[in-house]
């Protein structure tokens, strides 16, 4: 299965009920055993290389690729804003992929942000980060803004 429908994403993050994984060029970076369906922010925080993942003040900041596995929440809620990082190729859009998974926002607001320029991802990047609900996915969203995410309309 293709991560990322404009290429293989770089870093990849696998939320499993036992595990953690993070994946780099294909290669196991490090894996994180665990129990439980359920993980928040703070524990994703703490499971993968801290260069994928930080969280300042109400600020989280994702610069790898997430993917749920059956029966995984990735449950999005304690802080204000979640920045997507992205920048002008592909390999560069951080995203959120629920597979048959569910992915819970509360109370945040979901945007991208261009490393380097520290503004929005620009509409036609090839990096620019989305959020993709499969067939067996959920997204449920409360308060919550999606704003500057997904490739420009075609058509």
Do not use: C
């Not at 204000?80 to 607001?109: C, E, H, M, W």
Request: no cysteine; aromatic share 4%; hydrophobic share 40%.
């Amino acid at each position: 299965m293709t991560w990322n429908h404009r290429g293989r994403p770089q870093k990849l993050v696998i939320v499993r009920a036992t595990s953690i994984d993070s994946v780099s060029g294909g290669s196991l970076v490090q894996r994180v055993v665990r129990n439980g369906r359920s993980v928040s922010l703070g524990a994703l925080d703490a499971a993968i290389p801290s260069s994928w993942m930080g969280v300042n003040g109400d600020t989280a900041r994702l610069s790898a690729a997430v993917v749920l596995t059956p029966g995984t929440l990735l449950d999005v809620e304690g802080v204000k804003t979640l920045q997507l990082a992205g920048g002008p190729d592909a390999n560069d859009a951080a995203f959120l992929y629920s597979g048959s998974g569910r992915i819970q926002l509360r109370n945040v607001t979901v945007t991208s942000l261009d490393t380097t320029s520290g503004q929005a991802v620009a509409a036609d990047a090839a990096g620019r980060p989305y959020i993709r609900v499969s067939d067996q996915g959920r997204l449920d969203a409360t308060n919550s803004v999606l704003t500057d995410l997904g490739t420009k309309p075609t058509g």
